[in-house]
């Protein structure tokens, strides 16, 4: 009976071994095949090129629930769209966007890539109000040199972020991110102009 029980352990314990191995040869292997994202962070105002398109950020305003209001015709797309008007602490970061086709070839630009972060906020960009500011959906076609600007609004409220403050959202880091690997690409945005209340 000893000796039933004493092989039951071994057998247990090799292959509590084995299982235990494997994990730590997995997850080495695993990060050596996909190696964190290297960041890259470029400037506010800085040109920054991804998917063979040239990106400026020209400006950012911080839109208040007021400067929301006066807007009827986005009044009308978010009551239709979503459920942002219930959020009593509403901001818009319109970003506008300069996007220039420098190749010999037309290309299409996929704004379904790009979202806004700051720390632990991340939004992407919203299709009914990239379609309400520029006329175009979520895909941008350039022909050879064509420049396009564009305004992108995200919304922002206290629901979107861990730690929230109305009083300085203005003041935080925000970044636009366009690419998530092999490389992070983000470029600063500041935000200016308008106050949020």
């Given amino acids: 009976m000893r000796k039933i029980n004493k092989f039951r352990i071994i057998i247990i314990s090799l292959i509590s071994m084995g299982f235990i191995l494997t994990y730590f040869i997995m997850f080495y292997y695993i990060n050596a095949l996909y190696p964190q994202n290297k960041r890259i962070i470029y400037k506010n105002g800085?040109?920054?090129?991804?998917?063979?398109?040239?990106?400026?950020?020209?400006?950012?305003?911080?839109?208040?629930?007021?400067?929301?209001?006066?807007?009827?015709?986005?009044?009308?797309?978010?009551?239709?769209?979503?459920?942002?008007?219930?959020?009593?602490?509403?901001?818009?970061?319109?970003?506008?966007?300069?996007?220039?086709?420098?190749?010999?070839?037309?290309?299409?630009?996929?704004?379904?890539?790009?979202?806004?972060?700051?720390?632990?906020f991340s939004l992407q960009f919203y299709y009914?109000?990239?379609m309400y500011y520029n006329n175009c959906g979520m895909y941008v076609n350039l022909s050879k040199g064509e420049e396009k600007e564009l305004k992108i609004p995200v919304p922002i409220s206290s629901g979107q972020f861990l730690s929230y403050n109305a009083e300085n959202i203005k003041n935080r880091d925000y970044y636009l991110v366009c690419a998530l690997y092999p490389q992070k690409i983000m470029a600063e945005i500041k935000l200016n102009n308008a106050v949020a209340k």
Avoid: C, W
């Fill in 46 to 120: 800085e040109p920054f090129v991804t998917q063979n398109a040239e990106f400026l950020i020209k400006d950012a305003v911080l839109l208040s629930m007021r400067d929301i209001q006066k807007d009827k015709g986005l009044i009308e797309i978010l009551q239709n769209n979503s459920g942002y008007l219930s959020e009593k602490d509403l901001n818009f970061a319109l970003i506008q966007i300069v996007v220039k086709n420098p190749t010999k070839d037309d290309i299409k630009v996929d704004l379904t890539a790009f979202h806004l972060e700051s720390g632990s």
């Fill in 128 to 130: 009914p109000l990239v």
